[in-house]
């Protein structure tokens, strides 16, 4: 059976006064993806920080793939992948020049950057310099960067912000392989439909704490509600919209009473989404 | 130690500094206008004496032996005022300027001994001194026969400088070696800042590169260059013909200096034009003592505390001339800890700046 890749007990940061991260635990099991949620200013970037030993723990402790990171820093980082939020390649070289300089960091020798650029959809572009990309080209280099080393832990910092809808499936994509390959997946997003559709959890982090974790499916029955939305038809033809709430006891009911006395021209079902429990909990947005 | 890390991130160092087109193409012209600016310095001292004259009265016989002296090279300008004649020797006008009493023909006639003042530039050679005074008392002894019975006193303008008389363009020398190394500062503190700037060294910094990689890979591309570009020059400038080593040494210590004063820059510079403004800033400061050795005697003691002087001393004392260790050692020494003490500050202020 599977272990934890990740394993945070009681981490904590601050920043002078500011308290940036304040004692958060949580595990995230090998192979699994963990949608890690929350507004600017939440802690996110400082855990990440921490994870991947950037930023030594002012408190509590954080475990990699059964490592400390703050003793094992080295070896830590030699197992894992970071794609940043913000573009940080050598512009002035080649993808295949980026590439291949990480792979030496790395200390991989027999790398072949085309395969891995084959993989992001960059393969005829690799000898260009960065400085040509597009946004999406850069994002989708940054990802392959950040599999160079075929990492056992791989932590992406809003992957597909900003992103053209083709881009942006295309990294979903490589995020599922990788969590096929075995690789456990941190993502740091503020895409709630991503965030749902990737995730096998979900943690959702305010004020540098984390309020809810779990799968996005318990979240959703724990906090959101489920409706039935119809539109009907009057007698006098206009168009009028009715909304059945579900799971309670008086749903069955309400159901048999609008296909019996309505004329019912459109009806779905409404879940609510990660965006809308996360303002239940919080009782504020993921963009502010 | 990651020598492997150590290699590729010095590659890619490199690979930047000389894609980075304004950094490559004055680096590459630089040594080479330094170069051309070298040649066309002259290579020798004027021997010609130019002399300047201030009397309020003229003895028919000096004015006589002046013409002469005239026809055998000798420029002589006559002056209103003593003060003017004190500027010309000040400005490099006069290799002596001579003051004539006024009572002067009197005091022969009534055999006393008139003094006759001449005024040296601080930077004028010793053996130029006493050239002139043998030639002034010369052109009197032939013209009147006899030697004048005066009293010759010599007063020096400014410091001393004790007879360093050098030709201009080896003067240039030390100047154009410590101008290369400097100016390298300017393109390693550019590639760090940009690395911080652009977060490249996060990404490194997720990776097996640890800071000490870092810091030995960025040294060893700063001190490459600088140290590369001032050995290149001092060898077709013929810098190298006295003491190599010594030299060496001195360059490398030197090419240290401006990576370390590299690595200070880019802690203080946030981009491209914060570095420029504090890499000026600090050039124009790192330059001084070289200008010392262009014009002797417009720099005092003070200049000491810039770190640059002791570069700048060593390659002009060893390649002018001819110092060796037992005369430079001390200098080393002092380069030497500027360099440890300044490659720990900035490591310092570099860590908390990546952090």
């Known amino acids: 059976m599977a272990g934890d890749a990740i394993i945070a007990e009681e981490l904590s940061y601050w920043y002078g006064d500011l308290i940036a991260v304040n004692g958060i635990s949580f595990k995230v099991g090998e192979g699994k993806i963990l949608g890690f949620l929350g507004p600017n200013g939440a802690g996110k970037t400082t855990t990440v920080k921490m994870l991947t030993g950037q930023l030594k723990p002012k408190g ?37 020049e980026n590439l291949k300089l990480f792979a030496r960091l790395f200390g991989i020798t027999d790398f072949n950057p085309d395969i891995l650029l084959g993989k992001v959809d960059l393969a005829g572009r690799g000898k ?20 160079i080393n075929s990492p056992r832990v791989l932590f992406l910092d809003e992957p597909t912000a900003g992103l053209d809808p083709a881009s942006s499936e295309a990294i979903r994509n490589i995020i599922l392989e990788e969590r096929e390959r075995g690789a456990t997946v941190f993502l740091t997003t503020h895409d709630m439909l991503e965030a749902d559709k990737l995730s096998d959890q979900v943690a959702f982090m305010n004020q540098g704490q984390i309020v809810a974790l779990d799968t996005p499916l318990n979240l959703k029955q724990k906090y959101g509600k489920r409706a039935l939305k119809a539109q009907v038809s009057t007698a006098s033809g206009e168009l ?17 009473q609008l296909f019996s006395q309505e004329n019912v021209v459109t009806i779905h079902s409404e879940e609510a989404t990660l965006e809308d429990i996360f303002i239940n909990i919080t009782g504020r947005g993921l963009i502010e | 130690m990651n020598w492997g890390i150590v290699r590729a991130l010095v590659s890619k160092d490199l690979a930047l500094f000389f894609r980075n087109r304004f950094f490559s193409i004055v680096t590459v012209l630089g040594l080479v206008f330094y170069l051309i600016f070298y040649f066309v310095m002259p290579s020798s001292v004027d021997e010609s004496l130019a002399i300047g004259f201030y009397a309020p009265e003229i003895l028919p016989a000096i004015e006589e032996a002046f013409q002469e002296g005239v026809e055998e090279g000798l420029k002589v300008t006559f002056t209103v005022t003593e003060e003017a004649l004190k500027e010309g020797v000040i400005g490099g006008d006069f290799i002596t300027g001579i003051v004539l009493p006024a009572d002067t023909a009197e005091a022969l006639i009534s055999g006393e001994r008139p003094v006759i003042t001449l005024y040296f530039s601080s930077d004028i050679p010793e053996e130029a001194k006493e050239a002139a005074v043998v030639t002034i008392r010369e052109l009197v002894y032939r013209q009147v026969g006899q030697e004048l019975p005066v009293e010759i006193k010599q007063e020096v303008l400014g410091p001393d400088m ?17 101008f290369l190394i400097i100016f390298e500062t300017l393109g390693l503190a550019n590639l760090i800042s940009e690395e911080v700037e652009r977060g490249t060294i996060q990404a490194l910094l997720v990776t097996p590169v640890r800071v000490r990689d870092l810091f030995i890979s960025k040294g060893i591309v700063g001190i490459t260059l600088a140290f590369g570009q001032a050995v290149i020059f001092m060898a077709i400038v013929g ?12 360059l490398f210590l030197g090419a240290a200096l401006a990576t370390g004063i590299a690595f200070l820059i880019a802690s203080l510079g946030k981009d491209f034009m914060s570095v420029m403004a504090w890499g000026m800033l600090i050039f124009i400061i790192l330059a001084i003592p070289a200008f010392g050795v262009m014009f002797p005697g417009a ?13 700048v001393d060593t390659v002009h004392r060893v390649s002018n001339f001819g110092a060796g260790w037992l005369d430079m050692w001390n200098n080393l020494v002092i380069l030497l800890g500027i360099d440890f003490v300044l490659f720990w500050v900035v490591i310092q202020a570099l860590r908390r700046k990546a952090g």
């Open chain 2, 162 to 178: 004790l007879g360093m008389q050098v030709p201009p363009r080896d003067r240039l020398r030390p100047l154009l070696a410590v």
């Open chain 1, 128 to 147: 260009d310099r960065v400085e040509t990309y597009s946004k999406g080209m850069k994002q989708r280099l940054m990802v392959a960067r950040s599999m």
């Open chain 1, 60 to 96: 509590g402790k954080a475990t990699l793939l059964g490592m400390d990171v703050a003793e094992n820093v080295e070896a830590v980082q030699g197992d894992i992948g970071v794609c940043f939020e913000t573009t940080n390649l050598y512009e002035k070289m080649s993808a295949v």
């Open chain 1, 240 to 256: 009028v919209d009715r909304e059945i709430i579900l799971d309670t006891p008086e749903t069955p009911q309400a159901v048999q």
């Open chain 2, 299 to 311: 720099v005092t003691g003070w200049i000491k505390i810039v770190p640059s002087y002791y570069l």
């Open chain 2, 239 to 250: 810098g190298l013909s006295r003491e190599p080593l010594l030299i060496l040494v001195t």
